[in-house]
């Protein structure tokens, strides 16, 4: 049932875990992992003022992303009965903004999964299909094995608690342990003083999770073990491919590249719809010894992970790669003679249409002009 009543101030932003809250559980029923999940501190102090920025994944160089900030009207005539699972949900405020879940731009240096858990994919999926073992281990974890982070943010009205809660699911009946959900909420104290907390100010609650209050005045933990019931309807909007690596034939000098088009351009692209290319360098790319061994040269799929890294172990070599960037003068005169290319389509997800690219190319010299 939902009460119908309003919030002036509610936003929902996502962003990657760094963690993988995992509910496997001891012969005994007790937690096996139980410091897997969310964080509500660590030992810097700086991270322990602002410690729900902490379980984002390569914060502050990767933040999350704010996709509405509005005013939210809840009324019993909008729910509906989800067609799949068959419970009543309520929509969210329309979203202002895109967000990327499992993006591969991120650097793959930001690595997560607690060094408290088994790692990527979680105990209990791996044993409801069968696997041995996880795919990535702990604190080994790229973005793309990590989950969907989402930050709850209600701004204060008043003494209102409001009336209406979200449905939850408690993932381990016997312990608060590991933390699916950190919170800081407001309410009244054994004394009847009122606190509230008001989101990203550093006062009670705002940056750092505190716990909340329970109906006769005493604190609560700042986590627990429960999930919110979520429907989400998710659509490809950014495909994105990277080549192997291609020999200029001498180290790039100064002044070498003359020019860089594809086609069509994204003036040419269907509506709301776009591509981006981006490059980076290397000084040593090597075939290996049999020439029939996929090579990292020759071959973009064998030899590279999604990440469009070179795997270690493969045949051939890849030296240490520049930082990519969209200008490819910027691969100039840093002594690279390989360069590989990151193209990324960007697709309408409204329309359902997609980018699409025929032809490249990349006009370069092989010697000082």
Same mark, same amino acid.
């Given at each position: 049932?939902?009460?119908?009543e %309003?919030?002036?101030?509610?936003?929902?932003?996502?962003?990657?875990?760094n963690?993988?809250?995992?509910?496997?559980?001891?012969?005994?029923?007790?937690?096996?992992?139980?410091?897997?999940?969310l964080?509500?501190?660590?030992?810097?102090?700086?991270?322990?003022?602002?410690?729900?920025?902490?379980?984002? /994944?390569g914060?502050?160089?990767?933040?999350?992303?704010?996709?509405?900030?509005s005013?939210y009207?809840?009324?019993?005539?909008?729910?509906?009965?989800?067609?799949?699972?068959?419970?009543?949900?309520?929509?969210?405020?329309?979203?202002?903004?895109?967000?990327?879940?499992?993006?591969?731009?991120?650097?793959q240096?930001?690595?997560?999964?607690?060094?408290?858990?088994?790692?990527s994919?979680?105990?209990y999926?791996?044993?409801?299909?069968?696997?041995?073992?996880?795919?990535?281990?702990?604190?080994?974890?790229?973005?793309?094995?990590?989950?969907? /982070?989402?930050?709850?943010?209600?701004?204060p009205?008043?003494?209102d @608690?409001?009336t209406n809660?979200?449905?939850?699911?408690?993932? /381990?009946?016997?312990?608060s342990l590991?933390?699916?959900?950190?919170?800081?909420? !407001?309410?009244?104290?054994?004394?009847?003083?009122w606190?509230?907390?008001?989101?990203?100010?550093?006062g009670?609650?705002?940056?750092?999770?505190?716990?909340?209050?329970?109906?006769?005045?005493?604190?609560?933990?700042?986590?627990?073990?429960?999930?919110?019931?979520?429907?989400?309807?998710?659509?490809?909007?950014?495909?994105?491919?990277?080549?192997?690596?291609?020999?200029?034939?001498s180290p790039?000098? @100064?002044n070498?590249?003359?020019?860089?088009?594809? %086609?069509?351009?994204?003036?040419?692209?269907?509506?709301?719809?776009?591509?981006?290319?981006?490059?980076?360098?290397?000084?040593?790319v090597?075939?290996?010894? &049999?020439?029939e061994?996929?090579?990292?040269?020759?071959? &973009?799929?064998?030899?590279?992970?999604?990440?469009?890294?070179?795997?270690? !172990?493969?045949?051939?070599?890849?030296? /240490?790669?520049?930082?990519?960037?969209?200008?490819?003068?910027? @691969?100039?005169?840093?002594?690279?003679?390989?360069?590989?290319?990151r193209?990324?389509?960007?697709g309408?997800?409204?329309? !359902?249409?997609?980018?699409?690219?025929?032809?490249?190319?990349?006009?370069?010299?092989t010697?000082?002009s």
């Open positions: 049932m939902v009460y119908d %309003e919030y002036d101030d509610v936003s929902l932003s996502f962003g990657h875990a963690s993988i809250p995992d509910e496997a559980v001891t012969p005994t029923g007790q937690p096996a992992y139980p410091n897997s999940g964080w509500t501190a660590s030992a810097d102090p700086l991270e322990q003022i602002n410690g729900f920025d902490w379980n984002i /994944l914060f502050p160089e990767y933040d999350e992303v704010e996709v509405f900030r005013q009207i809840l009324r019993q005539i909008n729910v509906y009965q989800s067609e799949i699972s068959g419970n009543s949900y309520l929509d969210w405020p329309g979203f202002s903004q895109t967000y990327t879940w499992r993006d591969t731009t991120i650097e240096s930001n690595l997560g999964g607690r060094q408290e858990s088994l790692g994919p979680p105990s999926y791996m044993g409801s299909v069968g696997m041995t073992g996880p795919i990535w281990d702990s604190e080994e974890v790229p973005s793309v094995g990590l989950g969907l /982070l989402c930050r709850f943010r209600c701004f009205q008043g003494n @608690l409001g809660r979200f449905a939850v699911t408690q993932m /381990l009946g016997t312990s590991p933390a699916f959900r950190i919170f800081s909420s !407001g309410g009244a104290d054994g004394s009847g003083v606190h509230q907390v008001v989101p990203d100010s550093s009670y609650g705002g940056t750092a999770p505190q716990g909340g209050y329970n109906s006769d005045g005493s604190r609560t933990n700042a986590f627990d073990s429960f999930i919110y019931w979520t429907q989400a309807d998710f659509v490809v909007r950014i495909s994105r491919v990277t080549t192997h690596w291609f020999p200029f034939h790039l000098g @100064l070498w590249i003359t020019g860089a088009m594809f %086609e069509p351009g994204n003036p040419d692209q269907l509506p709301g719809t776009s591509i981006q290319i981006e490059y980076r360098g290397s000084q040593a090597s075939h290996p010894t &049999a020439p061994d996929s090579s990292p040269l020759m071959a &973009a799929d064998l030899p590279f992970d999604v990440y469009g890294d070179f795997i270690a !172990g493969s045949p051939g070599t890849v030296g /240490l790669p520049g930082e990519w960037t969209v200008d490819p003068s910027a @691969l100039e005169g840093l002594g690279y003679g390989f360069f590989q290319l193209i990324t389509f960007v309408n997800a409204d329309d !359902g249409v997609a980018s699409y690219l025929d032809g490249y190319g990349l006009a370069y010299a010697e000082d």
